[in-house]
């Protein structure tokens, strides 16, 4: 089929473009496009899906934006080889998923304030009604890549100035050790497949029409205490959950 040299009207190009990110993410997905391997030219998509090169790079671009492709100029758009083992054991550590999937991990605070606990939130720390309580969200990186945002939850006063040491260190487990806190556990996680919101879907850098994988989770310290209760949504096309049974 010969490229299409004229735009289609707006909202076709607008879905077109789309389409196609949608058909090579399925094409990716089921290894036809290996990771590490280029696709085929701009030229050859445009042909594929009777479009102008204008949007194929538009839908090229948009994989690129979720870490799906890499764009070389000069040589063309190659997979990403970015697939992330992360478990979820009793011992669950950002930093320690991403040295073993050979990536460097980061947490970076978006934000932090002090709030009432709602009703979920206190029965999940264990805390009287309308307990203040701590709330970080993070942005979890892999190689300076989204893979997870995630709301916190930290019982008040134990956890003051907890937010500064995750924002300094980057790492939770020793903004934990700062606190006193020398290691911790892992007493339930809860997965659940569902839509993000658009706040969540910008900061996974993904459209809002694919689903993400929320986990609910509660770790408590050495002596049973609840100290943190989190809801976290990871990008489900970046991302595999490994839940390990042998701990």
């Known amino acids: 089929m010969p490229t299409v040299d004229k735009d289609p009207p707006q909202l076709e190009r607008e879905s077109l473009w789309f389409s196609i990110a949608e058909r090579l993410t399925q094409d990716i997905a089921r290894g036809e496009h290996p990771p590490g391997t280029r696709l085929p030219t701009e030229h050859s998509l445009a042909q594929r ?35 992330v083992d992360m478990a979820l054991g009793r011992r669950t550590r950002h930093s320690e998923n991403m040295r073993a999937a050979g990536m460097q991990g980061e947490l970076q605070v978006v934000r932090w304030l002090h709030l009432r606990a709602n009703a979920e939130i206190t029965r999940a720390l264990q805390l009287p009604p309308r307990s ?13 890549r989204p893979v997870h945002f995630s709301q916190r939850w930290f019982p008040l006063p134990r956890f003051t100035g907890l937010a500064e040491g995750v924002a300094q260190t980057g790492s939770i487990t020793q903004a934990f050790a700062m606190r006193g806190v020398a290691d911790y556990q892992r007493r339930e996680s809860r997965i659940t497949a569902i839509l993000p919101d658009a706040l969540i879907a910008e900061f996974l850098r993904q459209p809002a029409q694919r689903p993400v994988l929320q986990v609910q989770s509660v770790n408590v310290d050495l002596q049973g205490v609840p100290i943190e209760y989190a809801t976290a949504w990871f990008a489900g096309d970046r991302v595999t959950l490994k839940v390990s049974h042998d701990e």
């Not at 009777?50 to 764009?71: C, D, E």
């Open 49 to 83: 899906f009777g479009a102008n090169r204008h949007t194929v790079r538009r839908a090229l671009s948009s994989l690129a934006a979720r870490g799906l492709v890499r764009m070389v100029q000069g040589s063309g758009t190659y997979v990403e080889d970015f697939a």
């Open 132 to 144: 203040r309580v701590l709330q970080i969200d993070v942005l979890g990186l892999a190689d300076d």
